[in-house]
């Protein structure tokens, strides 16, 4: 029997719903935010047991002892996935995750002022 978790319908309702999305072909990305110990991991690990193993979710996360280099969450989340972006990112040439993402996608490029 799944692990019940109190106060915490609204976020997997949304996370739901985004998979939901995602799997009629609307991907999208969802945050999930909030104060260290409330439960963010917990939420992450209920969705997790319930999505489908087959369909493919990316999860990243920050140290709460330490400032996350920039972009560290998404690195994180698509180190084990491939694709561009993970290539980007685990470049040791590239001095920041910034400019990795900058390089593999110019949409991100624009928007830290890199195009």
């Known amino acids: 029997m799944p692990m019940q978790l109190l106060e ?8 739901r719903a985004a998979v939901e999305a995602a799997l009629g072909g609307a991907g999208s990305v969802a945050l999930l935010t909030g104060e260290a110990g409330i ?11 319930e999505v489908d193993p087959a369909v ?9 002892l330490i400032a996350p280099a920039p972009l560290a969450p998404l690195g994180e989340a698509v180190a084990n996935h491939g694709g561009p972006l993970a290539t980007a990112l685990a470049a040791p040439h590239l001095p920041t995750a910034a400019n990795a993402a900058a390089g593999a996608y ?10």
Do not use: I
């Open 56 to 64: 493919r979710v990316l999860c990243g996360g920050c140290d709460d």
């Open 8 to 15: 915490r319908r609204a976020a997997l309702t949304t996370l």
């Open 106 to 115: 110019p949409l991100v490029a624009r928007s830290y002022g890199h195009g």
């Open 39 to 49: 439960g963010k991991t917990s939420v992450v690990r209920q969705l997790l047991a």
